[in-house]
């Protein structure tokens, strides 16, 4: 196959390519530990003054060949003081241990020196952005919004806090991203807990992978997947923060974590709860003046929402172990989260609906271990277990129709045109996810991942029933290998992968258009094969290249298979999505004493089939179905610079520009007949230039020694695009530029114990839209109370 030549060749060149070693090199070797005693991982350890450099392994160990001579050892990492040792190197050297201690100021800035892990997984062979978020801990922004700033990554919301939103990478979205917290689906602590809920606090970093996605993930995503790590320390800390915002906004957050030193017992805990009325302004929207049922003018106007209140609670814990010798971590665990969300439009916001809501809560218990060296060295096992309950609650039940002034009229039909329903929707879970990796020797290992995913699915009416008195059941099974292999000490990295996607269909016998059946049920089990590859080489210690490529899958989801049992019919005929998804990228980096650059850019290439959309089912236009609708082609280009001077000065921009096409020739699935007419047009509603960037300024030991004073301004840019066909679009029908600025002030005292900061976001007050061209807040305040005690 073609395909197949193309990265047999890319393979070639890259394993061909030879690095230069110098004569009369000599090792220096040594570890890194933290203040706890704890080694530490991805340290920069250089030779000032040089291009040597390395980071420290997960043992806090590192090793250096350089000439002999007198140098300066620089020790550095995100989050601790640096160190410098001089040494004089003539032989052979092991340096004693050197023990690096944690800056809690310099948390608080926004910042792009030294190597952290965070650069580490940057420079690895997939296309990644990190992002570290301990050093954002005092700005009041969600993870979306965090993310939504970052290279090739869009966030579309359509409203304020809890609205539904849509989450893109590298110009695919929805289902085909997965999110994970700490490698585990986010969904298994329910609906209810989204990305758009999270607070900043609750992560110590973040992974965005673009297209090509790990084997240890275990997962069926198609366009990419996130991956929000948390705090893995094992020192005591408490982490507590408040928030009060504009439109009655209010956010807390508190993390932490005690350990008993005598049993080594630790005991884990998060928790957050939002809480905002979303009344922000519509301006310019079209209202009625109602004269009687049946009278009346339309004027346009300024009003406020008034049905999009939202509360959001999370709260987990666990209670267990690290270090023993028959566990390396293992905990048991637990939590439940909530929400409730008025629903104020649907995708068009002439559509007003007053008391429409739905709200659910999940609970869940887990099981977590890790064995380091399980039966022999290099030998790694880790498994996590988990069930979990998720309910929701669609509730429709006035006979009105509203406008925006909150005035309404009778009306024979419910706010979303239907009959008055109150539909619960219950999907417990069952869930396990293990990793078994070997490390064959320093340049060779293997790993092995198995997910089991199964999911029941309930849906009735409360109005008419308490229950589904024949649920369906899928079932999705996903096996991953792979192997990675290290060349010229580590400058080229291969790792190719395989995955299997095996899905098992219960549906009931006699499937109705709400998903319910009676009688027994039909089992169907197939399954898919992906596979792919990814590469980076070193050009030099600061210069890399980067591909990657893979045959990927999203298997359907429940609601697909079986609807909702309301708004969405059944199809248990759908086919999963597949794409072909290709990476190419680079990067530079440049550490001098007081300027520190890294560059990255890349260009993606995404060719999607069998895209599985909604729509509408057969003449009722309240009704839809999901079905296999289209392939997709997505080609862009990224580019991202950072820049940080003497850590006081930061700044950085980002641009992406992509083309999603429709690749889909002639509609129904068939092989000829008439063209389609939006064959190869853009993709409607769908960002395809847009970018971002942002500057900061920090001043050390302001007023008094500890005390730092950060200053940030960002600006975020997406150019207009057309909400509907291109081929059809009218001026009306575009979303236009935008250009949202966002300005925030913190200060924090006693090396960042206490911490005080204000934002406004959307300085100008500049007329936002987004996703379905749906009105966005305005100029909004907020400020912040954080407090870190460790």
């Not at 420290?56 to 410098?84: C, D, H, M, R, W």
């Not at 080489?537 to 609807?563: C, H, N, W």
């Amino acid at each position: 196959m073609q395909i197949s030549k193309i990265f047999s060749l890319a393979l070639i060149l890259l394993t061909s390519i030879q690095g230069f070693s110098q004569s009369k090199k000599v090792i220096l070797n040594g570890i890194i530990l933290e203040n706890t005693g704890k080694p530490a991982e991805g340290v920069s350890v250089a030779l000032k003054g040089t291009a040597y450099s390395t980071l420290t392994n997960e043992n806090g160990e590192y090793e250096i060949a350089a000439e002999p001579g007198n140098y300066v050892l620089s020790v550095s990492s995100v989050g601790f003081k640096s160190k410098q040792t001089k040494i004089n190197l003539q032989s052979d050297q092991t340096v004693p241990s050197i023990s690096i201690e944690e800056d809690m100021a310099a948390l608080n800035e926004v910042q792009v020196k030294g190597i952290s892990k965070v650069t580490k997984i940057k420079e690895s062979a997939f296309q990644v952005n990190a992002v570290d978020t301990k050093a954002m801990a005092n700005i009041t922004s969600n993870l979306s919004q965090v993310l939504n700033k970052t290279t090739g990554v869009k966030v579309r919301e359509q409203g304020g806090m809890g609205s539904d939103f849509e989450f893109s990478i590298n110009g695919l979205s929805g289902s085909a991203i997965k999110f994970f917290i700490d490698g585990i689906p986010l969904d298994i602590m329910g609906s209810s807990m989204t990305l758009n809920n999270i607070p900043v606090n609750l992560s110590e970093r973040i992974e965005v992978y673009k297209g090509v996605v790990p084997v240890n993930l275990g997962s069926d995503a198609l366009g990419g997947a996130v991956n929000i790590i948390t705090n893995h320390q094992i020192s005591d800390y408490l982490d507590m923060s408040y928030s009060f915002g504009s439109f009655n906004t209010h956010s807390t957050s508190l993390t932490g974590q005690a350990r008993d030193k005598k049993s080594g017992l630790i005991f884990k805990a998060s928790g957050f709860l939002n809480y905002s009325d979303n009344d922000y302004k519509m301006r310019g929207v079209e209202v009625r003046e109602v004269i009687d049922a049946d009278n009346g003018r339309f004027v346009k106007g300024d009003f406020r929402r008034f049905n999009d209140q939202f509360k959001s609670v999370m709260g987990q814990a666990e209670l267990g172990f690290v270090d023993k010798s028959w566990a390396d971590v293992f905990f048991i665990g637990g939590s439940y989260s909530a929400t409730e969300k008025g629903i104020q439009t649907g995708t068009n916001q002439n559509v007003v609906y007053g008391q429409v809501h739905r709200g659910g809560d999940a609970y869940s218990f887990s099981l977590r271990y890790l064995k380091k060296n399980l039966f022999t060295k290099d030998l790694d096992f880790s498994l996590f277990s988990s069930y979990s309950d998720d309910q929701n609650t669609v509730t429709d039940l006035a006979y009105r129709k509203y406008y925006w002034d909150g005035k309404y009229v009778p009306n024979q039909f419910s706010e979303t045109g239907k009959q008055a329903t109150k539909w619960n929707i219950q999907r417990p879970k069952y869930f396990i996810a293990s990793n078994l990796s070997y490390k064959i020797n320093d340049n060779n290992s293997l790993s092995l991942n198995y997910t089991l995913d199964k999911v029941d699915n309930k849906t009735y009416d409360k109005l008419i029933n308490d229950k589904d008195d024949n649920p369906g059941k899928l079932t999705k099974n996903i096996v991953g290998l792979s192997y990675q292999q290290n060349f010229f000490e580590e400058k080229l990295t291969n790792t190719f992968f395989g995955k299997y996607y095996g899905m098992i269909l219960e549906q009931p016998f006699a499937i109705t258009d709400s998903g319910t059946g009676a009688g027994g049920t039909i089992k169907d089990n197939n399954g898919y094969t992906g596979y792919g590859i990814a590469s980076r080489y070193k050009i030099t210690p600061s210069i890399g290249i980067k591909a990657s490529y893979e045959k990927a899958y999203r298997l359907q989801r429940v609601d697909e298979m079986f609807g909702n049992g309301y708004s969405v019919v059944a199809n248990p005929d759908l086919k999963p999505e597949n794409s072909n998804n290709y990476n190419v990228g680079g990067y530079w980096k440049n550490e001098a004493e007081n300027h520190h650059f890294f560059v990255e850019t890349g260009g993606y290439l995404r060719k999607a089939k069998d895209f599985i959309s909604a729509i509408v089912y057969q003449s009722n236009t309240q009704i839809s179905k999901f079905q296999n609708t289209s392939n997709i082609i997505v080609k862009g280009l990224e580019a991202d610079i950072k820049y940080n001077y003497q850590n006081k000065i930061n700044a950085g921009i980002n641009f992406t520009y992509q083309k999603t096409l429709d690749d889909t020739k002639y509609p129904n699935g068939s092989n000829s007949g008439t063209i389609s007419a939006t064959y190869r047009d853009d993709l409607p509603n769908t960002p395809w230039m847009f970018g971002n960037a942002n500057l900061g300024y920090r001043k050390s030991d302001f007023i008094k020694k500890g005390n730092n004073l950060q200053f940030n301004w960002d600006l975020q840019y997406t150019h207009w695009y057309y909400l509907t066909w291109a081929k059809y679009g009218v001026d009306n029908s575009k979303i236009p530029d935008q250009y949202i600025q966002n300005v925030s002030v913190s200060y924090s005292m006693n090396e960042g114990r206490y911490n005080v900061s204000l934002e406004c976001n959307n300085l100008t007050n500049y007329l936002a839209y987004d996703n379905f061209k749906l009105q966005k807040q305005g100029r909004s305040f907020s400020i912040k109370f954080h407090y870190f005690l460790k």
